[in-house]
């Protein structure tokens, strides 16, 4: 789930508006990070969200009165670029843990956001982390691998998840990097963000033995974003289309136009209900492995 920020008006996933366990903030983490209050900005979005799956939501009540609405101006390219760069940072090994290189990326992105004109940045994570004044090499060589080593997992893996088989381009370490700096091909596998940020510091053999004791819902999960696609696509373009009868055709009743916008609604509204459910499976395996987990650490204490 992708959500929008109400300062940056930035699109990222949602981990970035998750301030705790069950919260859900109006504002990215980046912007957080600027000193803004979570208290001073409304996000309807966040909002529906935290009371569908029955969250906190930390923000302006919608329709509360709001002082000047301050955001951030930035135009459409320079908000795509941005978020995609976030995007490739978000992807690499460790980098949900490593606050500290996080913090260092968040204020970098903040002294682009505020002069964007100074430097061009392309969304391609290397060069635009150099040209950002990112230490490179230091995050590259610690934490991660050169590009060729990940370019070659992600495609020797066919972009899927080792773990629980979806959409993946995360390359991670089967045993912590922090424990045994082992950067060898056998100790990498290819994990969905999801099962990477799921895993976290869990041991490799364990993580894998308990997704494999629940091969339905798996197969569940697979299904729902499978589907979640294809209505997409399917709602992609019939948005498409929409934005063209309506260059061609400045009538608002135009019938075909409201066959369109109610055709519209209608997958809006599947979307939502698939979604919905999704989200609620992939909290069941995330309560399931977190449960063995914890029990597991008990385990090794004894
Ligand atoms: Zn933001
Ligand atoms: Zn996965």
Known sequence: MRLKCQYCRLTLDQQHFILADKQLTSICDICQVRGLQLGDFENTQTRALATVRQWVYLGLPTGAPQQSKQRLSLNKSQKKRC??????????????????????????????????????????LPNDLAKLGFDVDRLFDKNTLDYTTRAYIREKFHHQCQYCGRYGDSVDHKDRVTLSDDNRLENLTLA??????????????????????????LAQLR???????????????????????????????DPQLVALRKQIKLFQGLIDGEDSDYQKLIQTRHDYIISHYETWQLEQKE
């Open 192 to 217: 969905c963000r999801e099962c990477n940020k799921l895993k976290g510091s869990m041991p490799y053999q364990q993580f894998w033995q308990w997704n494999q004791e629940i091969p339905a819902t």
């Open 83 to 124: 978020a995609s760069l976030i995007d490739a940072f978000d992807a690499l090994t460790g980098s949900w843990q490593n606050t500290k290189m996080r913090r260092d990326f968040y204020r970098r992105i903040i002294a682009w956001q505020d002069q964007p004109a100074a430097t061009v940045i392309t969304g391609n």
């Open 223 to 253: 299904d729902y974003e499978k589907t979640l696609q294809r209505l997409n696509v399917q709602q992609k373009t019939y948005q498409n289309r929409l934005a063209v009868q309506r260059h061609l055709n400045a009538e608002i009743r």
